[in-house]
């Protein structure tokens, strides 16, 4: 046996050693484990969430803060103590500092949702936002610590951190004993990986530990694939709490020859999974916090399992509320239940009702149009998808069948965050008579369909806007061409129509962005 191993397994047996005596439960608390009924029948496995969204930050991180914080000597901890993080650790750093007495700095990225910001700076801690990521807010740290003399609190990097974190383990086999198939971790810098796996692997190797990381800032990947570790050039913060360029040296020693998977998953995976374990509990998870469900859900597409037993842990809930509304935009192109389309159709009064007679059943969930003057026009459309992926490649190919051209753009970034809500804009002088006029009607399959149906095809539509939102009523903006001498007949039509209706043409919002100049 080399040095370098009978090191690795000193530090090995220092992690279970801490994980066996740690005192975090002077702050934290043994989380509760659950049966996720919902799931466990969708998918045909036992499936069990591991609470550490209900700790008293809300997330995992208080274990190895505490941990750490509790073995510093009395010196140490008159030093004052900094750290550097996206938020969770911050909020355990902090509130675990605040309990000891100890001065705290912390250096969060300028992109940290507010939310963690504001609940670490209610735990007394002084707060410095620098830089894009977490690797920018790191240098900062690590500077002001040798600058000032505190005390560095990595939130990944060290073998206290690490054995605070691996205290889920331990309480998972107390609460459900060694039954357990395989455990769903979430992976940033690699601390709450190394933590389970350094206890699974050595008291319980049967058990599979499989990583999970976002799609935008895959570094244990990369550094498996490379064999060692690499920087990544940049990461998406979608899922902040691990948007970590470089995997943890230490994490990565402990996880490089033990994790069994790691997966990577997509931000519309992430945002399925969000609303999964909403359905669940009716708790909203950070991005970070659901990567595990987003990885259990993949790991069983390409394996044929049935019957065992998962458990995911649940790792964070420090949610931005001004996020949901982008996550419910992803979440059904997530979980595959609904796709976006560009679709051409005849620029020609009519040609609207003859595209939805096309989609038969499938209900329409957005459609965006602007009136051209030209042959063509390019509309832009979601479908709800009640039979998931097997859908998809059907319904292109009736309607290319139908002579429509049809590009999918569920997949395309740009579309879905853009493109889909600039669909219009001013239309030009050829559109004459237009009048805006906001409809609701009752939400449900064929409504919009319904709709088209009450109107006389002599009103051209010009402009088009709906979306469900998943509420009782759906909302549409449309623009027709009605002539003065038209009105009296288009009015009865609006009474005809049995649905509310409100005029907007003389809204100011219309005037300046939408009505033809």
Not at 13 to 19: A, D, M, V
Not at 84 to 97: D, E, I, K, P, T
Not at 98 to 119: F, H, R, S, W
Request: proline share 3%.
């Amino acid at each position: 046996m080399s040095h370098i191993d009978l090191q690795m397994n000193d530090l090995k047996r220092h992690i279970l050693k801490g994980i066996e005596s740690s005192d975090i439960y002077e702050l934290a608390i043994c989380s509760p484990i659950e049966r996720a009924n919902g799931l466990s029948a969708r998918l045909a496995n036992e499936i069990y969430f591991k609470r550490e969204d209900l700790q008293p930050v809300f997330s995992f991180k208080l274990r190895g803060a505490y941990h750490k914080l509790n073995l510093l000597s009395d010196n140490q901890k008159k030093q004052g103590v900094i750290t550097a993080s996206a938020g969770n650790h911050a909020q355990g750093v902090a509130l675990g500092a605040k309990k000891l007495g100890i001065k705290t700095l912390i250096v969060m990225p300028v992109t940290t949702p507010e939310i963690k910001v504001n609940a670490v700076k209610i735990q007394g801690a002084e707060v410095i936002l620098h830089g894009d990521s977490y690797d920018d807010a790191l240098k900062l740290s690590h500077k002001l610590a040798k600058q000032d003399g505190y005390v560095f609190i990595h939130p990944f990097d060290d073998a206290e951190v690490i054995a605070g974190q691996g205290t889920i383990a331990k309480e998972i086999i107390s609460q459900l004993g060694d039954t357990v198939d395989a455990i769903f971790v979430a992976v940033g810098g690699g601390g709450l990986l190394a933590g389970i796996l350094t206890y699974l692997k050595d008291l319980h190797p049967k058990i599979k530990v499989i990583g999970i990381e976002s799609e935008e800032s895959a570094c244990l990947s990369a550094a498996m694939k490379a064999g060692k570790r690499v920087i990544l050039d940049s990461v998406g913060i979608f899922a902040d709490g691990v948007a970590v360029k470089q995997i943890g040296k230490l994490p990565f020693e402990l996880i490089k020859e033990k994790v069994d998977e790691v997966i990577t998953v997509s931000i519309d995976e992430i945002c399925a999974a969000i609303k999964d374990i909403y359905d669940e509990n009716r708790t909203i998870q950070e991005p970070a916090g659901a990567l595990g469900v987003a990885g259990l859900k993949k790991y069983l597409q390409s394996h044929t399992i049935e019957n065992k037993r998962f458990v995911v842990v649940n790792c964070g809930a420090n949610m931005n509320f001004d996020r949901l509304q982008h996550i419910a935009e992803r979440t059904e192109i997530g979980a595959n239940r609904e796709m976006l389309l560009s679709v051409e159709i005849p620029e020609t009064p009519g040609s609207f009702l003859q595209f939805c007679k096309s989609l038969g059943n499938l209900m329409v969930t957005e459609f965006n149009y602007r009136y051209a003057k030209v042959k063509n026009a390019q509309v832009f459309v979601g479908v709800g998808l009640p039979q998931g992926g097997s859908n998809r490649t059907e319904l292109i190919k009736r309607l290319e069948s139908r002579g429509y051209a049809v590009e999918d753009m569920s997949d395309n970034d740009a579309a879905k965050l853009h493109v889909r809500h600039m669909v219009g804009g001013r239309g030009s002088s050829v559109v004459e008579n237009e009048r805006l006029y906001r409809f609701q009607f009752p939400e449900r399959p064929g409504a919009l369909l319904e709709f088209l149906m009450h109107m006389d095809p002599i009103w051209n539509i010009s402009l088009f806007h709906y979306r469900n939102h998943g509420s009782a009523f759906g909302r549409v903006l449309v623009g027709m061409q009605v002539t003065e001498h038209d009105m009296e007949l288009f009015r009865s039509f609006l009474v005809n129509t049995g649905y509310d209706y409100f005029d907007e043409t003389d809204n100011v919002a219309y005037q300046r962005f939408l009505k033809p100049i």
